[in-house]
């Protein structure tokens, strides 16, 4: 994130990891329950490797708040090249996580306005950053 280095500014910044935590949380508890599958929550640097030029520092810099990476299920067993039998249970996963997010900031801040809602969530969808290749 980049915030001011005012009081509010970390407040802000806070507040927000906090809220990115509980809604990630959630979305990997969506993906859970569809075929079992466990993904850990956190910063990327913290939880996959370092990486810059993501979607996700594009949505950051635009100011989306709710920007998430979603690495696909493998275990490091064949890096991103899933077998064929992988990859539907996959996208069905992804689906079920980028769902999660899209549901929770559509019900926190659109309540029903459905033509800024339809232009939001098609926001959101690219900023999630699910990469099903």
């Known amino acids: ?14 507040f927000l990891l906090y809220l990115k935590m509980e809604v990630g949380q959630g979305a990997a508890e969506a993906i859970r329950k569809v075929y079992g599958q466990i993904y850990r929550v956190g910063s990327a640097l913290e939880i996959l490797y370092p990486f810059s030029g993501s979607s996700q520092d594009w949505a950051d810099a635009q100011g989306i708040p709710m920007a998430y990476t979603f690495e696909l299920r493998d275990n490091e067993t064949f890096s991103f090249l899933l077998p064929e039998d992988q990859i539907q249970p996959t996208c069905e996963e992804a689906y ?8 929770y900031v559509h019900d926190k ?24 290749m």
């Open 96 to 103: 079920s996580g980028a769902l999660h997010i899209i549901t």
């Open 1 to 14: 994130f980049s915030f001011t280095f005012t009081f509010e500014g970390r407040y802000v910044a806070q």
């Open 109 to 132: 801040n659109f309540n029903g306005a459905i033509a800024e809602t339809g232009a939001t969530l098609w926001s959101m969808l690219l900023a999630v950053g699910v990469t099903l």
